[in-house]
């Protein structure tokens, strides 16, 4: 499997945009973006997925690298609520065999300071 | 949206018993759900895939004598860990595939089981 990289840990201040990177310079032609959150004590929870286009929905933006050797999702005013470790994770195409076999990193676990 | 929900949230037993983890989607059916565990300060590691009507696939080094695994219903899988141990004790997670958003990647998951074997 492909692997990502992301950073142990981040800090923003509540309202201000967040931009999370992940390195996934091994993707292939047919891997999804996908990121996770998870808060504490909870499972994770669904945030955004891209193929090559940028994505927004009412989360959050993912943004693509046009080699797709990276990508950022971006919260564009975080709240105390938005802290939680987010989990970039590539994946099989969707509605493929292997489709929703996630495997996850350490992921980038995000302090939000009021 | 989809909603999968696990039972019990929190459970505490004694070493050599066993205890049964259920993982339901609510709205929706689910021929395939996952079970991942997680330890303190770790990640999720994906320990089987749970299909319906047929036998689960574990991930290597997962023992499927110790974790059994059920899914006899479009909308429940069940994972028993048998003749538990202390070193059972972690964070169990189930997420499911919502077929009718096969291809919007979105999967689900559950709020998680946290076992604790005295």
């Known amino acids: 499997d492909a692997k990502t990289t992301q950073p142990n840990s981040m800090e923003s201040n509540e309202e201000e945009p967040v931009h999370l990177p992940c390195n996934h310079s091994?993707?292939?032609?047919?891997?999804?973006i996908h990121w996770y959150r998870q808060l504490p004590s909870q499972g994770p929870e669904y945030v955004i997925h891209?193929?090559?286009s940028n994505v927004n929905n009412r989360m959050a933006s993912l943004a693509i690298a046009e080699d797709r050797k990276s990508s950022t999702l971006i919260l564009h005013r975080a709240t105390l609520r938005d802290a939680a470790v987010y989990y970039c994770i590539l994946s099989a195409n969707a509605g493929g065999t292997s489709y929703g076999k996630l495997t996850f990193g350490q992921g980038t676990i995000l302090t939000v300071h009021p | 949206g989809a909603v999968v929900s696990q039972h019990p949230s929190r459970v505490i037993c004694k070493s050599g018993t066993s205890v049964k983890i259920e993982c339901r989607s609510l709205d929706f059916q689910a021929t395939t759900m996952f079970w991942y565990r997680q330890f303190p300060k770790q990640s999720l590691m994906l320990m089987a895939t749970s299909n319906e009507g047929s036998k689960a696939t574990y991930e290597q080094g997962v023992e499927k004598d110790k974790f059994l695994i059920n899914h006899a219903s479009l909308t429940l899988s069940t994972l028993t860990v048998t003749s538990a141990h202390p070193e059972d004790s972690s964070f169990y997670i189930c997420s499911a595939r919502d077929l009718r958003l096969e291809y919007t990647g979105e999967l689900f998951f559950g709020e998680g089981s946290r076992l604790t074997v005295l």
């Open positions: 091994t993707i292939s032609g047919t891997d999804y």
């Open positions: 891209g193929l090559t």
